[in-house]
């Protein structure tokens, strides 16, 4: 089966990859690789954040891959503290070096998060967002935007993985035909989840890797996925996912590992934290 990049349709009608990279932790060296290696290999998504702190560096990976930039689908997404700053999306785009972001999120629901999302909304109708999305908006916040949005988003950016397929959340969001893109996809890189027997059973038969199997998976259950890396073999290896397809029961297998286990534990403190922190961004 030939290799081709996948395209997932969103609720206003542009599509976006089903795969991207992920730049979080990734220093402005290492971002900067990263992103002109994915685009080289056949990536067209790129997700990163202000509070990454490395939009300046993945804008020059972009530039230097050479990619054309209508084919590319670029996220980035508004901390807490530039909620309040009217000139937040103006600044983001030019730390990218871009004139529109393809999706731009609010990163959490911290802080006067509507006067962030209404940043986002005015974005949209400019043109300076092509979607717009809130990242971390499980529970009581999605509950709320629901009845706020003035324009419902294309994306919630959450943590999922075969241990945490996000079955409440997808129940809440589907009518609305909200997308979500999850983080830790890999379980941020954590042995117990790629080793699970099923993932190495499915490796062999496909002549796969695991994490490989675990992507693929992402992408059957309608996610999209950014996995993160600064390694140049793996982010080859995780593009290299269309040339198979799990079966229902091979799906099915796999949803059985959920067990409602996230890696990550956000507690309302830390929402308050976020919303006191500001990233000191690179010049
Ligand atoms: P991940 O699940 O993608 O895991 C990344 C780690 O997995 C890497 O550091 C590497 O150690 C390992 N890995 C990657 N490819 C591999 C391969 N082929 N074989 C073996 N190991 C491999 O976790 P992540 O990078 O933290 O998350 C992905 C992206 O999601 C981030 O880069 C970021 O863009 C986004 N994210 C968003 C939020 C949010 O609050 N919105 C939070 C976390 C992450």
Redesign the pocket.
């Known amino acids: 089966m030939k290799k081709a990049m996948q395209m997932i349709k969103l609720n206003n009608g542009i599509e976006c990859p089903e795969i991207?990279?992920?730049?979080?932790?990734?220093n402005p060296g290492d971002a900067e690789n990263s992103v002109r290696e994915a685009l080289k290999t056949g990536y067209r998504m790129i997700?990163?954040?202000n509070a990454?702190v490395n939009e300046r560096a993945c804008g020059r990976g972009i530039r230097e891959s050479g990619a054309d930039r209508k084919e590319l689908f670029i996220s980035t997404?508004l901390w807490p503290t530039e909620y309040s700053n009217p000139d937040a999306v103006d600044e983001t785009l030019a730390r990218l070096g871009l004139d529109y972001a393809d999706l731009l999120?609010i990163?959490?629901p911290a802080g006067n998060w509507l006067a962030g999302y209404r940043l986002l909304e005015k974005a949209y109708r400019e043109g300076k967002a092509k979607s717009i999305g809130v990242?971390?908006f499980e529970g009581r916040y999605i509950g709320e935007l629901m009845r706020k949005w003035e324009i419902v988003p294309q994306f919630i950016?959450?943590?999922a993985?075969p241990y945490f397929t996000q079955k409440e959340l997808r129940s809440l969001i589907g009518k609305y035909g909200i997308r979500i893109?999850?983080?830790?996809?890999?379980?941020?890189?954590?042995g117990k989840l790629?080793d699970e027997p099923v993932f190495a059973e499915l490796a062999a038969k496909y002549s796969k890797?695991?994490?490989?199997i675990i992507?693929r998976w992402h992408i059957q259950m309608g996610f999209a996925v950014?996995?993160?890396?600064?390694?140049v073999?793996?982010?080859r290896?995780?593009f290299n996912i269309f040339d198979f397809q799990l079966t229902e029961d091979e799906m099915s297998r796999i949803a059985r590992l959920d067990r409602g286990e996230r890696y990550?534990h956000r507690t309302e403190e830390q929402l308050a934290q976020f919303a006191a922190w500001h990233p000191v961004y690179e010049t």
């Open positions: 991207g990279i992920g730049t979080y932790m990734l997700d990163t954040a990454y997404k999120y990163h959490q990242s971390n950016q959450v943590e993985h893109m999850s983080w830790y996809p890999l379980g941020h890189g954590d790629m890797s695991s994490a490989q992507l950014i996995p993160g890396s600064r390694n073999d793996h982010i290896e995780n990550y």
